[in-house]
């Protein structure tokens, strides 16, 4: 199976659902000489960066002019970028005039530095939000918001909010994510790609080798949860969970997730894992796809626990490799899990305990559950229905 970025569409004839790829090829014949620009703060991390990476080269494939931008700014305008993407999340942040009169100046100058000329612009998150005031006549703007904007700081979006009403659309992951606007709203949810380093199909001994270098052994079943070292995330909350398990079931707890910045928790995760030797802690290197792709692979169940998140598309990545999840309610996990199907949604360290305890006491579940969840993420969670959502709101938004 082909990886990279030479992957093209018909590759994903074998793993996407019967008859897909056909339609976004007659999608795709009506649409095609119309250009389209993608606006990010960044070529590299997070999930929609990468869905980027494979999305832009099949677009341009299929004959739509497809070109990728990135905005260019000093370090305090991505400080101000941090603080205000924050802020629209909901968690309180000094953002002053100063601040927004900083991003203000650095998408104008963005805006006369970057080809935007286009039947579409779509602009990606917070850094680049501002370039819709330099907009050209011609073509459509859409703002593609990937979090959570039903709460933003009040004071912050009363300054935002007319900014953002300055697109022609804005598109949100999710309906619980979306704020009141006067502009039209869309729902494109995130996807996984299949054939990426992340997801694609893995030898056992490939497997064997990345555990072994990372120290997580299987000699037991394992609880994996992959996820930063911050409280939201709620890693000490799954230890615990764990602990109760363990009193019932030989089982190990991975925790993975990248080096934590100021106020982690990783220090007290790596406590919890010095006084168990069945805790294995892993900080992931940079790009970690290969290792994700191991550790998930080796998991007998995936938990995602976080406290506040966006879409969460890790647990669509866990349940493509046939994984039961047991996820919090937070952000877009409930969207991914059908509850007592493809896994479990729970509130509490309590219940995320008893569901694991049911899944470990009735092991020919994991199976049932890990088969029907990865078929629901080729129906609803496959890079090629976020394809054709994307050609959709091309011809809705450019005719």
């Avoid at 000094?94 to 286009?118: K, S, Y």
């Avoid at 890790?314 to 896994?343: E, N």
Wanted: net charge neutral; with cysteine; charged share 25%.
């Amino acid at each position: 199976m082909p990886n990279g970025l030479a992957v093209k569409l018909d590759d994903y004839r074998a793993v996407a659902p019967r008859g897909s790829v056909d339609f976004l090829l007659r999608i795709a014949e009506r649409l095609r000489g119309r250009r389209l620009v993608e606006v990010s703060e960044s070529r590299y991390g997070g999930g929609a960066v990468e869905m980027l990476k494979r999305l832009v080269p099949i677009l341009n494939d299929l004959g739509i002019e497809t070109s990728w931008e990135v905005v260019i700014g000093t370090a305090d305008f991505d400080a101000t970028v941090r603080a205000v993407a924050k802020g629209l999340a909901g968690i309180e942040q000094v953002v002053t005039e100063a601040m927004l009169e900083r991003l203000h100046a650095t998408c104008a100058g963005n805006a006369r530095r970057l080809p935007l000329d286009a039947d579409l612009v779509m602009v990606h998150d917070t850094a680049a939000l501002l370039l819709v005031e330099g907009r050209p006549a011609a073509g459509r703007w859409v703002w593609r918001y990937h979090g959570d904007l039903s709460s933003p700081q009040p004071q912050l979006w009363n300054a935002l909010r007319p900014v953002v009403e300055k697109y022609d659309a804005v598109v949100f992951s999710i309906a619980k994510f979306a704020a009141p606007l006067t502009t039209r709203r869309f729902l494109i949810a995130p996807s996984i790609d299949p054939l990426s380093e992340r997801n694609r199909e893995m030898s056992r001994a490939e497997q064997g080798r990345h555990l072994e270098r990372l120290g997580v052994r299987a000699d037991k079943p394992i609880l994996l949860q992959v996820g930063p070292f911050e409280r939201l995330q709620d890693p000490l909350g799954v230890v615990n969970a764990y602990r109760l398990v363990q009193k019932h079931h030989d089982v190990r707890l991975v925790l993975a997730g990248p080096a934590p910045g100021p106020g982690g928790v990783l220090a007290e995760a790596q406590e919890a894992a010095s006084q168990d030797p069945d805790i294995t802690v892993v900080v992931l290197p940079p790009d970690p796809q290969q290792e994700l792709n191991a550790l998930e692979r080796a998991a007998t169940i995936v938990l995602q626990k976080p406290l506040m998140t966006d879409f969460g598309a890790d647990v669509a990545a866990a349940m493509w490799k046939g994984k039961p999840v047991v996820g919090s309610l937070a952000g877009g996990i409930p969207s991914q899990i059908v509850s007592r199907v493809t896994g479990y949604t729970v509130e509490t360290v309590e219940g995320a305990a008893f569901r694991i305890r049911h899944l470990l006491n009735n092991p020919e579940m994991i199976g049932r559950m890990g088969a029907a969840g990865r078929e629901y993420v080729r129906r609803n969670f496959l890079i090629t229905r976020h394809l054709g959502d994307y050609l959709a709101l091309l011809a809705h938004l450019s005719a």
